[in-house]
């Protein structure tokens, strides 16, 4: 089938373009060109911003029989989706995320009926407002939406952390004996998913009129303490952590800017039910647990000195709160 990505050479995007290919899917990107395409010859690359209206209109021209928009993070997009997508494709799959359920969680299973609501966190309410809009169109005029909530997910060029961006900083800091911080007590529960688990379930939606109208995660189904999380990492990276406790509370004061993703997502504990992409994609079932693909992730990174940069803003932020933690346990 024809499969027209808006996005597609990045984190969670490119592997899935790879298992479209793989399944022998006729693959377009849209996309700015920012990063060079993987992809050599085997996808098609429309340059355009998805936020001009004339970009849209040129790869609707081509009739995809279904989008993914990976790239829709606020209503604007999603209405310029509408007005050119509209009796145009057989399919568009909105990539949204678990973030927009309800925190706090009235429950630690997540289900598809779990309510959204986050007052914490604008991108997860971007996100609701974002599925509110495609379902009225889905209702009213039979637009035909499939809106897929990804949790946490990763591929081989991250290293995913709660604070820490995802880049080399943590393993640097790891490995040169410094601190690494960790909200809370480190015993919520959390679940991290491989990119390429992610998109077996992605792919197998494609086509499938029974997701149309539909609402559905993709996750793993390990779940882990975040005490366990940066001990993998640290096994992945051949040295034990030095992991320090630091209050949400306190995360949030000194770095405003990291709060919303804390209080609105990762400082809950949450376990998702995956029955629904299971019933709708029987193929998918996670096979990468955290510990091979945080290792792959670090593999990755050792393979390149020109990759194993750490981000003297992300270390700046750490001290700041490490310090403030010092501070508090004198007084």
């Known amino acids: 089938m024809k499969v027209l990505c808006i996005g597609g050479t990045g984190n969670i995007s490119q592997p899935c373009v790879e298992a479209a290919l793989d399944a022998g899917d006729e693959v377009t990107l849209l996309t700015r060109g920012q990063r060079p395409s ?55 799959l909105f990539i949204s995320s678990a973030a927009a359920y309800k925190k706090p969680l009235p429950h630690p299973v997540v289900t598809e009926e779990t309510p959204l609501e986050n007052p914490f966190w604008e991108y ?74 992610f998109a077996v379930g992605l792919v197998g939606l494609f086509g499938r009129s029974e997701a149309l109208g539909e609402a559905v995660h993709i996750t793993s189904d390990e779940v882990l303490t975040w005490n366990r999380i940066y001990e993998l990492i640290g096994e992945a990276a051949g040295c034990e952590v030095d992991l320090v406790h630091v209050p949400s509370d306190l995360v949030a004061a000194i770095c405003p800017e990291r709060g919303g993703s804390l209080f609105g997502d990762k400082a809950h504990s949450v376990i998702f039910d995956n029955s629904k992409i299971r019933g709708l994609v029987p193929e998918f079932r996670p096979r990468i647990g955290f510990a091979e693909g945080v290792a792959r992730s670090v593999a990755w990174y050792d393979a390149d000195p020109a990759r194993r940069v750490p981000s003297a803003e992300t270390n700046e932020r750490i001290e700041s709160v490490l310090a403030a933690q010092r501070r508090a346990l004198e007084a």
Request: a neutral charge; hydrophobic letters at 40%; charged letters at 25%.
């Open 124 to 197: 997860a309410r971007e996100k609701i407002a974002c599925e509110a809009r495609l379902v009225r169109a889905h209702q009213d005029q039979g637009f035909p939406v499939t809106i897929v909530r990804p949790s946490y997910t990763y591929g081989e060029t991250w290293i995913p952390t709660a604070f820490a961006g995802h880049d080399y900083t943590i393993v640097d800091r790891i490995r040169s004996g410094r601190s690494v911080l960790c909200h809370g007590d480190g015993t919520s529960l959390w679940v991290m998913t491989h990119a390429r688990d």
């Open 38 to 92: 993987p992809f050599g010859d085997r996808v098609r690359v429309l340059k355009g911003d998805r936020d001009e209206p004339r970009a849209l209109e040129a790869a609707a021209a081509h009739s995809p029989d279904a989008v993914v928009d990976f790239v829709a993070y606020h209503p604007m997009q999603v209405e310029a989706a509408l007005s050119a997508f509209s009796g145009r494709t057989g399919q568009y």
